[in-house]
């Protein structure tokens, strides 16, 4: 008995560790998969940046400096954090959607930022999104337009991120709840606190990474294009059916023609044509047409 129960316990440890390995060897991977953007030769035949970035040594060295002024969890941005902010929002309107999604770091969990947010400031992310909802934010002291948007990702769950989004994709609805998915790419600012509607009173505020980046967002069919387009699936399956059937019944009447013709029966005066009498006359013509057939045969 008591052989059999270090024999389970030793069992079991094994199956703990050899699971702890397997979870160690996937995050590994997943963060070798994170540091993945496109290689340098690629990048070079992209659009090339129409101002500063993160590329020059010179900004990265004072985005360094201004994201030591930067308070993770607060509500809003204070007056010393808003350099940061707008050196990102420069950075952003400098380079295009594909540029920026080509130097990006793929698959970079939500935990990463939520987690550890120091080591990621700054840090060029690639996400694919749900867009949840948008709302006007207005113009920076820049006068570049901003629109933020509530995006899940298929990791990320039920916990938010906060897109600062340049160049709004002009169709997209905004200050609407919305289920639309979309490709971001951006740079990550901050853990941003926020009041959520359902937190109770007194609890702290809800908190999401913030980033300012692009959005490569394609306009879905709505429900009424949608319908539209299997009313005209169904309208032109009609027509075929119906110019099949016309088809049909012209061949058969262009055979059936001359014997038809003769062996019609003509109703009687005032009267119709019994069925019996019917279905004798053409057992007849049927039974005539076979004759006449034998007869060309000889």
Not at 90 to 100: A, E, I, N
Request: proline share 7%; hydrophobic share 45%; aromatic share 8%.
């Amino acid at each position: 008995m008591a052989l059999g129960v270090t024999t389970l316990v030793v069992l079991f440890l094994l199956i703990a560790r050899l699971r702890d390995e397997g979870a160690s060897a996937r995050l590994a991977a997943a963060r070798q998969s994170a540091d993945e953007p496109a290689p340098p030769a690629a990048i070079a035949k992209l659009p090339q940046p129409t101002g500063p970035t993160d590329e020059d040594e010179e900004e990265a060295e004072a985005a360094k400096v201004e994201f030591q002024a930067i308070s993770d969890g607060t509500i809003g941005l204070d007056p010393i954090e808003m350099f940061a902010y707008n050196r990102l929002v420069s950075w952003v309107k400098s380079q295009s959607f594909t540029r920026l999604w080509a130097r990006a770091r793929k698959n970079l969990a939500y935990t990463y930022l939520y987690d550890d947010a120091a080591g990621h400031r700054g840090a060029l992310v690639a996400l694919d999104v749900e867009i949840r909802l948008v709302r006007d934010v207005g113009k920076t002291e820049a006068g570049v337009q901003l629109y933020e948007a509530s995006a899940t990702t298929q990791q990320s769950g039920n916990h938010l991120y906060e897109l600062l989004i340049v160049d709004f994709p002009p169709k997209m609805p905004v200050d609407a709840v919305i289920r639309e998915k979309a490709r971001f790419a951006g740079y990550f600012l901050k853990v941003h606190g926020h009041e959520s509607g359902v937190a109770q009173p007194g609890r702290p505020p809800e908190r999401a990474p913030l980033l300012i980046g692009r959005l490569d967002w394609k306009p879905t069919a709505s429900p009424a294009e949608t319908c539209i387009g299997r009313d005209s699936i169904w309208v032109a399956a009609a027509l075929a059916l119906l110019l099949l059937a016309w088809g049909m019944r012209f061949l058969f009447w262009k055979r059936r023609g001359p014997t038809a013709g003769r062996n019609a029966l003509k109703p009687p005066a005032g009267g119709v044509i019994p069925v019996e009498a019917w279905l004798d006359q053409c057992a007849a013509g049927s039974l005539e047409e076979g004759n006449q057939t034998d007869e060309n045969n000889e």
